[in-house]
């Protein structure tokens, strides 16, 4: 960890900040809050940092029915696609949305990233439950839920949502400055971050609402089960999900269970459907048309690339003992963004 700012230091490189936002600087203010914190964290440049993101992309946000190139679908074999890290493009990642509905890339984050991830989400649950339970102080860099759309996809009040998220082991990444920051960070070493931008033909933005932490435990009851997340972000987005795994998850932790092959539009839910955005499992059935369901083994590090298409649950099972941690992250393109979402610059 590095050692912390004097905080007349820390007072003026945020007026620094500040000053290069108003002048229209704000890509500016980014870079100098986020080497300062690079230099010497702060909660206060990662706070500045989640109001400045927040507030600089409202405007960049609009939906309007994408004119990008869709993906086509070609014949799957029945296996989810996979890339090592290395190997990861906008070819292979075309490649494996069109044969499989998805790319596994392996070894995408490194071990040592890997474990700072995990004590950084069991600190930022840790406190979350701490403040929720009246605990003082709370350290804001792990903790420090600010206002959000009081309602969603999901009908929810925002603090109802927040409170149904944490019980099923999540928390919105915004709601932790120093988890988001961490995010940001991952996401340019590795290269997604470019990856996204010309995959999608423009510098994407995050969904506050839809980037989790997650620590799920192994006898989560699933809610919903299979689903598209089209259903509810609308099928004309420019979507790309970042699925990040932290453990070992599919066979002794929660994972995924999904239908490896291309499905070009979002699907009707039918009668046997719990929720009208979730799909039954007949109607799975049929979207696999003869394909397996799928189970892959992540390993910590690897990644699961998506995009609003994909047929897809939570995989548990009684066997599994094991929780699982992960980061969920859903990028939009800004000229296609979703309605009832919350943008965030990256």
């Not at 980014?30 to 600089?56: G, K, M, P, Y």
């Not at 435990?217 to 299979?226: E, F, T």
């Not at 795994?245 to 994972?255: I, Q, Y």
Request: include cysteine; charge should be negative.
């Amino acid at each position: 960890m590095n050692n912390a700012a004097p905080s007349d230091s820390i007072v003026a490189v945020i007026r620094r900040a500040r000053d290069l936002v108003a002048s229209r600087g704000v890509r500016d203010a980014i870079d100098l809050l986020t080497e300062s914190n690079r230099h010497a964290r702060s909660d206060q440049f990662e706070r500045a940092l989640v109001r400045i993101r927040r507030d600089a992309a409202q405007e960049l946000a609009h939906t309007v029915p994408s004119t990008r190139e869709r993906i086509v679908a070609e014949p799957s074999d029945g296996r989810v696609v996979e890339v090592e890290a290395a190997d990861l493009s906008v070819a292979s990642l075309r490649d494996g949305l069109a044969r499989s509905g998805c790319l596994l890339v392996r070894g995408l984050v490194d071990a040592e990233r890997v474990a700072n991830l995990v004590k950084g989400i069991d600190s930022a649950l840790a406190s979350a439950d701490a403040a929720s339970g009246g605990a003082a102080p709370i350290d804001r860099g792990w903790y420090n839920p600010g206002p959000m759309p009081d309602r969603d996809a999901s009908g929810l009040p925002a603090s109802a949502n927040r409170r149904f998220l944490r019980e099923r082991g999540g928390l919105w990444t915004i709601d932790s400055p120093r988890m988001l920051f961490e995010l940001f960070e991952v996401v340019d070493e590795v290269g997604i971050g470019s990856l996204m931008t010309d995959f999608l033909g423009e510098r994407p933005l995050l969904s506050a609402l839809k980037c989790t932490l997650r620590r799920v435990p192994p006898d989560l009851v699933v809610v919903g089960g299979w689903h598209q997340d089209g259903a509810f972000l609308g099928d004309h987005v420019g979507a790309f999900n970042l699925w990040l795994s932290l453990s070992h998850c599919g066979r002794d932790a929660p994972g995924l269970d999904i239908v490896p092959k291309r499905v070009d539009r979002v699907l009707q839910s039918d009668h046997g459907s719990r929720f009208d955005w979730s799909l039954s499992d007949d109607a799975v059935r049929a979207a696999a048309g003869g394909s397996a369901i799928v189970r892959p083994e992540f390993r910590p590090g690897d990644a699961l690339l998506f995009d609003h298409l994909l047929v897809h649950r939570t995989a548990t099972s009684p066997e599994m003992t094991q929780p699982r941690h992960a980061i969920e992250s859903w990028f939009f393109a800004p000229s296609a963004y979703p309605a009832g979402q919350l943008p965030i610059l990256y």
